[in-house]
């Protein structure tokens, strides 16, 4: 054990990751706080929250058609970040990189605008049973406005996509599968490569919802050969407000506008208007400067982890919630699939989730209770909600144990 | 009733000063409370009496003598429960300008402010809202 804990130090440094990150540094009820929330949010570090205010103390002006100081370093300080997240995600071009308001602002422009032009009467689009909210009514909206169908996806019972019935699924009226690469309630890493590459066999297009998947996994979109992918800054560090879709040229070339308004504009009289190039067509209005500037400071973070230590840091995390939940009398993991991220799902049989999240803040220890945003997938396990604890890289093994010796407390303490 | 609504409300202010502020002696308090509602029968947990929060679920119903209201609910939470417990120990057998015209000031003196800023969490601020309009239908039913 000595030489696990040894080895471990010296691959990944967590308390100097800790240090650049101010939040994490108060007391909550009187107690250290232990943020175990990140699958909703992650907390930023210092670099990200100095970055947001150097650019509206220093930089601040509206992009791309200024020809002062200002707007050009404004200007050019956005279009790095575009570079930044091209390179982070290996898109082929920086056009592919379309800048949104966050994961859902992605997959709505991509159901309204590819959905509204390709999908007919009768075509279907595959979705999972894990799906979040927001990768589900967006698709909803455009089925049933053009006559389409939405399909699931089953899962099995511990959380992972059943790909038979997926295979099943898939024929010529197959037009988008759009699918989480890893589950925000479960932490299911999907095996997306399969699913993309079954889908294209089919003739369809497939659209991966990265939200909870950009903080844990490197992302390759060509290697993966997604043809869409969205997920939002907040989510690895960086700025809330501001989101990324990704989309191959060819696709986003053939889709239309999303939004009218300026930018997106190449001429307007009152007879026509005709579009802006990519990626600016589908970028109308003035676009969230500051986030989107500050969002590279959060990539230039992710990138100075050495990540296979982060991420085996995260599993270990995960690994140790996992077995000392198990060990509770009472509690029920949910989601137990092979490979998962650093998100545990659990339900105690006295317990209500929402009991469990006050009892547990005031300890200090933030978690997420509720159905997360995924009712179908809750109504499926037939449950109300979970209690969900998730983790970033600046979590501890030290409050990995508090956190389960408090559970273990509550749970005693109820029994009486 | 011998007591006013602000006096319920100093007696609760009072009961949880004792906790010193700590928050998990008060959720502990508000959970121990909440064991103290009377349970509500089964008939009465019907959809049509379902207060809905996101987290939580509330069932509440009342009934109406001599010009006051009398309040039954329950909830599958702890927490909203005992929250549940205090509300109708203030407002119990009012008349409906009485809890109309109330300001419940005990809950952030309590430090439970978070449990009514937002009605998606809990059941709890939907709670009040629904008691508030049973107390404004009875009202406008007495003057007819």
Known sequence: MTTLTENKQILFDVQSVRKKFPALHQKVNGHPLVYFDNAATSQKPKEVIDAL???????NANIHRGIHTLAERATAEFEETRKAVQSFIHAPEAEEIIFTSGTTGGI???????GRKFLKKGDEVILSA???????????????????????????????LILKEYKKLLSAKTKIVSIAYVSNTLGTINPVKDIIKLAHEAGAKVLIDAAQAIIHIPINVKELDCDFMAFSGHKMYGPNGMGVLYGKREL???????????????????????????????????PNIADVVAMKNAIDFVNSLDRNAALIHEHQLLQKTMSGLAGIDGIRLIGTAKHKTGVVSFVSDRIH?????????????????GHHCTEPLMNLLGIEGTNRASFAVYNTEEEVDYFIETVKGIIQKRKK | MNQSINEIQEEIIDEFSMLGGDMESTVFYIMELGNHLPPLDEKYKIPENLVKGCQSKVWLTTSFKEGKIFF???????VTKGLISMLIRIWNGRTPKEILN???????????QRVVGSQRSNGFASM?????????????????
């Open chain 1, 53 to 59: 205010s150097h650019f509206y103390e220093k930089d």
């Open chain 1, 108 to 114: 709505n422009l991509v159901a309204q605008t590819y």
């Open chain 1, 130 to 160: 894990m799906e979040h909210h927001s990768n589900i009514v967006p698709w909803q909206m455009i089925c049933e406005e053009k006559g389409a169908k939405l399909k699931v996806i089953p899962i099995t019972e511990a959380g992972e």
């Open chain 1, 252 to 286: 986003l070339e053939a889709m239309p506008p999303y939004q009218g308004g300026g930018e997106m504009i190449k001429e307007v009289t009152f007879d026509k208007t005709t579009y802006n190039e990519l990626p600016y067509k589908f970028e109308a209005g003035t």
């Open chain 1, 353 to 369: 989730h929402f009991d469990m999240g006050m009892m547990l803040d005031a300890k200090g220890i933030a978690i997420r209770t």
């Open chain 2, 72 to 78: 039954l609910a329950d909830s599958n939470t702890e």
């Open chain 2, 102 to 112: 109330s300001d419940l000031y005990f809950i952030e003196k309590i430090g439970m």
């Open chain 2, 128 to 144: 009040i809202k629904q008691m508030k309009l049973y107390a404004l239908g009875y009202q406008q039913k007495e003057k007819v």
